[in-house]
Each structure stands twice: as structure tokens, then as C-alpha cells.
């Protein structure tokens, strides 16, 4: 269970960031559908469907009330077939007409915009004064016509209140437009700065890994370094057979720091077989003058760590705790606390000062320890360093699951 809600690519937590806007690009993966409003999604359009006949249903039912007021025997029905049709017609031409207004809005040459709202607004208009028209005559018995046509709804006593209602439909029809361009509009923030987000997680977690990998690559030299010069000191001393098999230990050790060096994350199960390897190799180096022992739970040799994150501080411990009258001893053991795996270095060597970590220079074997667990890990991956009574020094790390 991660500790850190980060971006992860190849292994490398980032620090915390919320992704929780990655859905809303996701959704929005086709660019070229990001200036639809309703066309290609159902839903929108049932809902604006259902919007328009729930209208079509009050208004029909405010002109059954209107009618029985005045004492006409008017059915609710034929006051509901009064009203439909030209409900029915909006929500058919939504859908163009919304489409059709966002685009020239989101367009380049804005100036079109009057022009295009007056000219969908007339076909608007005229298409629902048809629709009403065409189911009047149909209730009627009429024929089509357009005398018909102007007779009813020009000259008629029904015309005024007509094109009062046409009117009005239409202004609650732009009233909705706009509303539904201003959740269109906020959708199209919400995916731009989305994908802004995930650019930046993305950079983020491609310059740590590439900082992780360089941080990395500063332990291996160093090492190298070490254990060739304890190999010249045992040839310097005559030791040729000691020599010959540090020589031996070395190859195999350099193979395996190669392998785990192109690795991100090791299992602890490697990285403790890397530590037996270099241990024995120190055991060579110093004979007497160093002892050491490992203890790890079988249990916990498959769980992930970042790779050679723990020869540092053993390298540590002999460069800053050996002493030339006294033999060095070291321990390395591994529990699991809570989800948490701590690895713990011991020594009883001279010890520091409590607070040395806070001081470590960049560069620095510990430092480069203590980064590498804030990139793999977040700001729960950790390293503590104290003294331990009677002498010596522990060197804790803490690597979340």
C-alpha cells in the first residue's frame, strides 16, 4: 500500500501531486471531439430531449388550465398535441444549432457570430411555426396551404400569442445554450489543464529518474576505487593468495553491480547477496580487523528496494568507525514495521555526533543515499542516523511498500 499518491514511471515516486484530473483527459483522448457540445454523446442529447418535452408538457398543461378558465371544453390532451409539435422541433434543431453557434464562438473570425445567431434563429423560427402549422392542420382537418398559414398565424386572433410563445422558446432556447456552452467551456479547461498536469508529471518523473540514475552511478566508481586499492595493498604486503582471491570476489562483485546498477529497484534478496559478496571482500581486506553479520527474514528477500542502496552506509561505517587498535564489527539486519521495511547498519566504531545527517554535504555517500530514497520513495522513504550506547553508530533506512 503506497504511502505517497505520486506519479510512478519505470519505479520513480515523484513527490506527492494530485492526479486526480488524468480521468477528465482520458475522457477527452479525441482531440478533434473536444468542440462538441452534444452530437456525439447520447446523453447530452436524452437529457436536452427530456428537457424540452418536460417544457412542452407544463406549457400544454398552463394552456388546459388557461382554457378551462374561460369555460372551453378543450381536453388535456388536444392542449398537450398543441404544445409538442413545436417542442419536437427544438429537440431535433438543438443539437445543430448548438453545435453550430459554439463553433463559430470558437472560431477565429468572431464576427460571424451575429450573423450566424441571427440566421439560426430565423431558420429557427420558421421551422417551428411549421411544425405548429403542419400539426394544427392535421388536427383540424385543414388543407395545407399558405394562405392557411398566414391566416392563422399572422391575421389570426391566435397570432400574437404565437409568436409570443415562438419568442420566448426561442430566447429560453439561447438562455440554455448558453449554459450549455459554459459547461462545455468548463470541461475544456478542466482537459487542457489536465493534460498540463500530466506533462508535468511526466517531466518531473523522467528528470528524477534520470537525477536517481545519476545519483546512482556515483556510488559505483567509489566503490571500484576502494576495492582496488585494498587489492594493491594486500599485493603491496605480499598477500599474492589473499590478493588473487579479492581479485576473484571483485569480478564477481562488479558483475553483479553492474547488473543491479541498470536497475531502479532490486528485492532486497538481491541486494543482500550484493552485500555478502562486498562483505567478504572487506573480510579479505582487513581480516581481524573486521567482522560482520547479516540477518534478514526470509519473508521479506522479495519485496523491492532501490538497488545499492545499502552498501553506502557499510562503506560508510568503515571509512568514518574503523580504528587501527580495535576490530570493527557490523551488523546488517532487515524487519518489516507496519508495511514499512527498515534496514538497519550497526557498527561499534568511534560514532558521530547525534544530528551529523542534517549536515551531509552534497555528494556525499549518505546524502546520496538519503536522495535516492526522497526520489524512489517520496518523503516516506528516509534515512536516520544516531549513535548507539556504549559507541558505535546505526544507520537506519525506511523503505514504504
Partial sequence: MARVASPVIDGVKVGPRSVRTAHAATSASKGIEVDRLIGDQPARWFTLAGTWLAVAFTAGFGLFVNFRAQGRDVSFAASLMAMIPHYVFWVIASPPIYRALHRTLSGGNRGLWLSTLLGWSAIALAGSTVMSFLSYIARHGLEPGIGQLIDIYVFGPAGPAFWAMNFS??????????????????????????QAELGRAKLEAQLAEARFAALQAQINPHFLFNSLN?????????ERERATDAIGRLGELLQMALRNGRELKVTLGDEVDFLQRYLKLCKLRFDSGFNYCISVPESLRARSVPALIVQPLIENAIRHGMESERPLNVGVRAYARNDDIVIEVEDDGRGIATGIADSLPAGHGLANVSERLRLFFGDAGSLHLEPRQPRGTRARIICPD
Avoid at 430566447?171 to 475544456?188: H, K, N, S
Avoid at 585494498?230 to 605480499?238: D, E, F, N, P
Wanted: hydrophobic share 65%; net charge positive; aromatic share 6%.
Fill in 230 to 238: 585494498a587489492i594493491s595493498g594486500l599485493v603491496a604486503t605480499g
Fill in 169 to 194: 422558446i426561442l430566447l429560453l432556447a439561447l438562455t440554455a445554450f448558453a449554459g450549455v456552452r459554459g459547461l462545455r467551456l468548463r470541461d475544456q479547461a478542466l482537459w487542457r489543464a489536465a
